[in-house]
C-alpha cells in the first residue's frame, strides 16, 4: 500500500504529446480497467490520431467538445500508484489563453512535469510554464524531452535542449530537476527503459516521480485559521480547522492572533477519541479552557506575534476577461477569510518572454503581475513563500461570484498602531447636527441625455430652500480640476470614479448631502462608491429613460458624433451601461416632469429621516 | 488511526474533512445527497467525523425511484434511526402518475425518476449547496470535476463556466439562483473507498458482498430478481448464482459479478485484480460514450 502522496502537474505546449504520455502512464500502471481499453480500441479508430493504433491521449481526454476538437480544455485530476506512492496528477493544457488552468494546477502540485517536443526544444510557453511552477512554489521539476523518435533518438538534441533549459535557470526557483528522453507514444523511458536510448542511463519518468520529495510537512510554529466554530449546544464550542503549520497539544497556550487574546487548549476532540497530539495538515477540533471571542477567518496561533495585514503586496495572476484596474473592489479569500480587498497600486507585469518586469496600471486575462490591495478588515497572513496556507488567496468577483484572480502575498503591510485613525471628538454625527440633517450621498446614474444633472439641480434647489447643506459633484465641476489628468480608457474611468467615491464621502465625513450625478456605468463602480460611506448613506437613483429617448434628446449632440464614430467608448452606442439591479430610487422620466421626480427625491429623503 | 490504514487515506480524509468544514461555514442551506452505496456510507462516516461531537449539520436526502434494492431501503431506514439522523425522500410525483418503470422507458426512466426527481427536490428544499458523493476515477468527464462545481438556474452543468479552484480556497459564493454542488470524494479511488471502509468498520449494504442470488443472463449481464415486479423476457428463469454487485442502483438496472467475495478481506483482495471498471456493471452510461457528461449537463448527479 502506498505511504504518500505525490501531487503532479502535467504541463506543455499543445501537440506535445501531454495526453499521450499521461494515458501511458496509467496504463503501464495498471489503472486502465479492461472495459475501459476495450472503449479505448474503439474510439482510437474513430478519433483517434496515430493511424488505428491505440490513442492513449483518449484515455485523458474527457469532455466531448475537446475530444471532437483533439485540443484538452480543462484541467483534469488522475490518480495512478505503485507500491510505493499515490500520485495525483492535475493535467493542464498548454495554450496561452488557458493559463488560469495551469495556475489551478500549479497551486497543489510537489512537482511538475514540463513537457517539451523534442523538434521544437524550448517555446515561450515552456518558459511561461516553468516561470509559473516557480512562482507558485513547485521547487521539482521532471523535464520530459517527449518525441524523440521524430528527433531521430539523438543525443545531442537532448542535450541542446537541457542545456537551453539550464540557461533559464536563473531566474527560476527550483531545487531539482530532472530532464529525461521519451516517447510517449512508445513507452520509452516512461515506466521502463529505452533499447532505442541506451546512451540515456538516467531515471525512468516513474523513477524519478516515485524518487521525488513528497510534500514537506509544514514546520514551524502551530497556525490554524479557524474554519467552523462547532456548537451544538450550551455545553459544547469547539474550533474546527486544518492546522497550516506546526503541532498542537492539550496545555499549549494559544493566541487569536488578531484580538491579541490567549487560552490554552483543553482537549483535541475526535471521533476517534481526544488526540495527544496533532500536526500540519490534520483536521482537528479544538476545545480551549475558557471562553475568549473567536470566530470564522480568526487564525489560532503559538505565538501572539503573526501581524494582522491591511494591506497587501503580491503577485497576481489575472483569470478574467475584464482586465484588472487600480480602485476596483473584489472579495480576497485567504485562510478562512473572506474580506473586501481594494486594488490601489498595479505596478508591474512579468513578461513571459524575458522574465523580467514591465511597468504597467492594468492586468489582462492570463497576466501576473505586481498588485497591492488594501483591505476593509485585518486578515492574519503570511508570505506565500512561507506558507501556502496563509500566503495564497483569490480574487472573487462581487456580482458574478466567480473567481477572477489568484495571489501569492509578497509583502504585509500594517496601519502603525500610533497611527490609527483617530476618534476626534468633533466627527460626522455632531457636525451634521449641526446642520440638522444626516448626510448621505444620492448618486444619479443613467445614461447620457437621460437627464441626471436637471434633476439633480432641481433637487439642490429644493433641498438649500428648505434650509439644507448640501454639495454637487458632476462631470464639469471634477473632470475640469480634480481629475483632469484622467482619459476615457476604461481604467480611467475607473479611476475618475473611485476619486468621486473619496471626494463624496470627505463630503459625507463633513455632514453634507452629497449629490452626483455621473454616468457610472458599471455596477461594481457604483458598489466601490456605496462601500466608501456608512450603511444607509448611500442612495443610488436611477434616472430610468430608454435610449431612443437619450437619443432623441442627445442635448450636447454626443450621440451624433458617437455614431459616426468621432467619439469612441459612449456609452450606450459602443459602451455598455449596467442597469442598477435594485436601486433606493427609480426615477421614470417618461412617466414625470423633473419638477415631479426631484419632489419624489426630496420626499424620499424626508422619509428616511435625512432631511426633517 | 487504523493499522489496517496506509498513509495516503490520512490525507485524503482530512481533505474531505475540510470541504465538509467549508460547506457547513459557507452554505445557508446544504443537503447531502444519500444514494446508499459504498460512497454514500464513506460520505456520511466523514461528515461525522467533521463535525464530531455534533451531528452533520444538513439533512440527507434520497431520491427514491421505488426500483431500489430491497435491501438498501432497509439499510438506508437503519442507519438513519441508528445515527438519528434527519432524512428526506423524493419520489417524482410524475413518474408514479405515469408508471415510469426502467423497463418500458430506458433513458426516460433516468431523466424521470433520477435527473429530474433530484431538480424537483433541490428545489423544493431550497437549497443552496448539495454534498454528493462522484470520484473523479469514474469517469472521463468526472475528472475534470471541481470539488465547488457551480450550477446555473435549473441546476445545469457548464463545463466553460467553472471556477479555478486554487490552493485549499473553496469559493462557495452564489450569484442569484445559482447552486453549488460539492464533492468531497473527489480525489478518491474506488479502491481507497473499499479500503477506508475496512479500515474504518463503516456499515455498507450487504448486497456488495458475495451470496446466491436468484439471477437471469440479459445481454451478457447479471440481473439480480429483486421483487415481484421484475419482467421476464422469454425464455428466462431465475437461477441460483454466487454474486455480488460493485455498484448499486436501480436493480433492474444493475449488473452483479459473479464472485465469492464473502467479506471484506475477499472483497479487498478482489478489488487488488480486478480487471473491469465498476462502471461496467451501471447500464445507463454505455448507451454513448459521452452520455455521463450529456447527463451532467441536463443536472444529473
Known amino acids: 500500500m502506498p505511504d504518500s502522496v505525490l501531487r503532479v502537474l502535467t504541463c506543455g505546449s499543445v501537440d506535445d504529446g501531454k495526453s499521450t504520455l499521461i494515458g501511458r502512464l496509467l496504463f503501464e500502471c495498471g489503472t486502465i480497467p479492461d472495459d475501459v481499453m476495450a472503449a479505448l480500441e474503439r474510439d482510437s479508430k474513430r478519433f483517434g490520431t496515430v493511424d488505428g493504433a491505440t490513442d492513449y491521449a483518449l484515455l485523458v481526454d474527457g469532455l466531448e467538445a475537446e475530444r471532437e476538437q483533439g485540443v484538452t480544455i480543462d484541467v483534469a485530476y488522475r490518480f495512478f500508484e505503485t507500491p510505493a506512492r499515490r500520485f495525483i496528477l492535475a493535467d493542464t493544457p498548454g495554450h496561452q489563453q488557458y493559463t488560469r488552468n495551469m495556475v489551478t494546477g500549479a497551486s497543489t502540485a510537489d512537482l511538475a512535469i514540463l513537457l517539451i517536443d523534442a523538434r521544437k526544444g524550448i517555446l515561450p510557453q515552456t518558459r511561461r510554464h516553468a516561470a509559473i511552477a516557480s512562482m507558485l512554489g513547485i521547487r521539482q521539476v521532471v523535464l520530459a524531452v517527449n518525441k524523440m523518435d521524430l528527433a531521430g533518438f539523438d543525443e545531442s538534441v537532448f542535450a541542446a535542449i537541457r542545456y537551453d533549459f539550464r540557461a533559464l535557470l536563473g531566474k527560476l526557483e527550483f531545487n531539482r530537476i530532472t530532464p529525461i528522453p521519451i516517447c510517449a507514444r512508445d513507452g520509452d523511458n516512461v515506466t521502463g527503459p529505452s533499447a532505442r536510448m541506451p546512451w540515456y542511463t538516467g531515471h525512468t519518468l516513474l523513477h524519478a516521480l516515485e524518487a521525488a520529495d513528497p510534500r514537506l510537512v509544514q514546520g514551524g510554529l502551530f497556525r490554524m485559521p479557524v474554519q467552523y466554530v462547532n456548537r451544538p449546544d450550551h455545553t459544547f464550542r469547539g474550533y474546527a480547522g486544518t492546522i497550516a503549520t506546526g503541532r498542537v497539544r492539550p496545555g499549549d497556550t494559544v493566541f487569536n492572533a488578531g484580538a491579541h487574546t490567549e487560552a490554552a487548549v483543553a482537549r483535541i476532540v475526535s471521533m476517534d477519541g481526544d488526540l495527544a497530539e496533532a500536526g500540519a495538515g490534520d483536521p482537528v477540533t479544538l476545545v480551549l479552557d475558557r471562553e475568549i471571542d473567536i470566530s470564522r477567518g480568526d487564525v489560532l496561533s503559538a505565538d501572539p506575534v503573526p501581524a494582522a495585514a491591511d494591506g497587501l503586496d503580491s503577485w497576481v495572476v489575472w483569470m478574467d476577461e475584464t482586465p484588472l484596474f487600480r480602485g476596483r473592489a473584489y472579495l480576497l479569500m485567504l485562510g478562512t477569510k473572506t474580506v473586501v480587498a481594494t486594488i490601489t497600486d498595479i505596478t508591474t507585469r512579468l513578461d513571459m518572454e524575458t522574465l523580467e518586469e514591465v511597468s504597467v496600471r492594468e492586468l489582462a486575462l492570463n497576466e501576473i503581475g505586481r498588485v497591492s490591495i488594501s483591505l476593509t478588515h485585518p486578515v492574519v497572513c503570511e508570505p506565500y513563500e512561507t506558507s501556502r496556507e496563509l500566503g495564497g488567496f483569490i480574487l472573487i468577483d462581487r456580482l458574478t461570484r466567480g473567481t477572477v484572480g489568484a495571489g501569492m502575498v509578497t509583502a504585509i503591510r500594517t496601519r502603525n498602531a500610533d497611527i490609527v485613525w483617530h476618534r476626534m471628538e468633533v466627527d460626522k454625527a455632531t457636525r451634521s447636527l449641526m446642520k440638522h440633517q444626516k448626510p448621505a450621498v444620492l448618486w444619479f446614474t443613467g445614461l447620457s441625455g437621460a437627464g441626471k444633472s436637471t434633476i439633480a439641480n432641481q433637487v439642490e434647489k429644493r433641498l438649500h430652500a428648505l434650509g439644507h447643506h448640501t454639495m454637487v459633484l458632476d462631470g464639469d465641476n471634477v473632470r475640469h480640476g480634480l481629475n483632469r489628468d484622467l482619459g476615457f480608457s476604461e481604467a480611467d474611468r475607473v479611476e475618475n470614479i473611485r476619486r468621486i467615491a473619496e471626494v463624496a464621502r470627505l463630503f459625507v465625513e463633513a455632514g453634507l448631502i452629497v449629490i452626483v450625478s455621473f454616468i457610472s456605468p458599471y455596477r461594481a463602480e457604483r458598489l466601490l462608491a456605496r462601500d466608501r460611506v456608512g450603511e444607509g448613506e448611500f442612495l443610488e437613483i436611477f434616472v430610468d429613460t430608454p435610449i431612443e429617448e437619450c437619443r432623441r434628446r442627445d442635448p450636447k449632440g454626443l450621440y451624433e458624433k458617437a455614431d459616426s464614430g468621432q467619439i469612441r467608448n459612449f456609452t450606450g452606442v459602443d459602451a455598455p451601461y449596467e442597469a442598477p439591479l435594485d436601486p433606493e430610487i427609480r426615477l421614470r422620466t417618461l412617466e414625470g416632469t423633473p419638477d415631479m421626480l426631484a419632489d419624489e427625491v426630496v420626499s424620499a429623503l424626508r422619509a428616511r429621516g435625512n432631511i426633517g | ?301
Request: proline share 6%; hydrophobic share 40%.
Open chain 2, 1 to 301: 488511526m487504523s493499522e489496517r490504514r496506509p498513509a495516503h487515506l490520512a490525507t485524503l480524509e482530512a481533505e474531505s474533512i475540510r470541504i465538509f468544514r467549508e460547506v457547513a461555514a459557507q452554505a445557508v442551506r446544504p443537503a447531502l445527497l444519500y444514494s446508499i452505496g459504498k460512497d454514500s456510507s464513506v460520505l456520511l462516516h466523514l461528515a461525522r467525523k467533521a463535525f464530531y461531537p455534533a451531528k452533520p449539520p444538513f439533512p440527507l436526502v434520497h431520491i427514491d425511484t421505488t426500483w431500489k434494492f430491497r435491501a438498501m431501503i432497509e439499510f438506508r431506514d437503519a442507519t438513519v434511526r441508528r445515527l438519528g439522523l434527519e432524512l428526506r425522500i423524493h419520489t417524482n410525483p410524475d413518474g408514479i402518475r405515469d408508471n415510469i418503470n426502467p423497463f418500458d422507458h430506458g433513458g426516460a426512466y433516468t431523466q424521470i425518476m433520477k435527473t429530474d426527481a433530484l431538480k424537483q427536490a433541490l428545489t423544493a428544499g431550497n437549497y443552496d449547496f448539495a454534498i454528493g458523493g462522484a470520484r473523479r476515477d469514474e469517469e472521463r468527464s468526472r475528472a475534470k470535476e471541481r470539488i465547488f462545481s457551480v450550477r446555473a438556474p435549473g441546476h445545469a452543468w457548464d463545463p466553460k463556466r467553472q471556477r479555478p479552484e486554487l490552493w485549499n480556497l473553496y469559493n462557495g459564493q452564489l450569484a442569484p439562483n445559482e447552486t453549488m454542488r460539492v464533492f468531497p470524494l473527489s480525489n478518491w479511488t474506488e479502491l481507497d473507498v473499499w479500503t477506508y471502509i475496512a479500515a474504518e468498520g463503516i456499515d455498507v449494504v450487504p448486497l456488495y458482498f458475495a451470496a446466491m442470488r436468484p439471477t437471469v443472463m440479459r445481454g451478457g449481464q447479471i440481473i439480480v430478481v429483486d421483487d415481484g415486479r421484475m419482467r421476464f423476457q422469454p425464455g428466462e428463469t431465475p437461477e441460483d448464482r454466487l454474486v455480488r454487485f460493485r455498484s448499486l442502483g436501480c436493480y433492474p438496472l444493475s449488473a452483479a459479478v459473479l464472485s465469492d467475495a464473502g467479506d471484506m478481506d475477499a472483497l479487498l483482495a478482489e478489488m487488488l485484480v480486478t480487471r473491469d471498471s465498476e462502471r461496467a456493471g451501471r447500464l445507463i452510461d454505455q448507451e454513448q460514450d459521452s452520455s455521463m457528461e450529456r447527463k451532467k449537463r441536463e443536472g444529473y448527479f
